[in-house]
């Protein structure tokens, strides 16, 4: 049995246009951090390392407030080099309180000592810090984490990341001030 001439012609176009679709996609590179969406709107920023792992989320946390992951809590995609943005967040304190590779949620434990909490005003960002998450007593499986500080990638690279994500925003110009405020 053969097609009919036009069914294959139609679907030679189709899957041209498919391809050339999914080429442009992958072309792009990193899209654009979405807008303020009002005055009081905040951007975090940092990253988190983890052996082994794959954080492709990362959960901010106030202080105080109560949360179930993954339901109602602010969460940052991560890209494949464990940077991480929250753009839009409301004003307050936050710290880096857990992630996610996709599977698996991870939590920070309770004995890990780690209060460092960042403060971010309304139009302003602020850096939550550059981390390296080492799983709670040796073993991922208990999914907990605690926190050590990693000197890579520094707040500068970030921003310099971020900068080329966030060309004509306006979000630069909070960039530019927390990395200023750092030196």
Not at 103 to 118: F, I, K
Not at 135 to 148: K, M, N, Q, T
Not at 149 to 158: C, H, I, K, R, S
Not at 177 to 183: A, M, P
Request: overall charge positive; some cysteine.
């Amino acid at each position: 049995m053969r097609a009919h001439p036009c069914l294959l012609r139609f679907l030679r176009r189709t899957g041209a246009l498919l391809a050339a679709g999914l080429l442009l996609i992958g072309c792009t590179g990193p899209q654009p951090l979405p807008a303020p969406a009002s005055a009081d709107s905040a951007l975090l920023y940092g990253a988190l390392l983890a052996p082994r792992v794959d954080v492709r989320v990362v959960y901010l946390h106030e202080p105080g407030r109560r949360y179930l992951i993954p339901l109602n809590n602010p969460k940052a995609t991560a890209d494949s080099g464990g940077r991480f943005v929250l753009p839009n967040a409301a004003p307050g304190r936050y710290y880096l309180a857990g992630f996610s590779d996709g599977t698996t949620n991870y939590s920070l434990s309770l004995r890990s000592g780690h209060t460092g909490a960042v403060q971010v005003e309304a139009g302003e960002a602020a850096y939550v810090g550059s981390w390296q998450a080492q799983p709670a007593g040796g073993d991922w499986s208990s999914g907990e984490f605690e926190l050590v500080p990693a000197a890579t990638p520094t707040q500068a690279a970030l921003v310099e990341q971020l900068r080329a994500r966030a060309d004509f925003t306006a979000w630069m110009p909070a960039l530019e001030r927390s990395l200023r405020q750092e030196r």
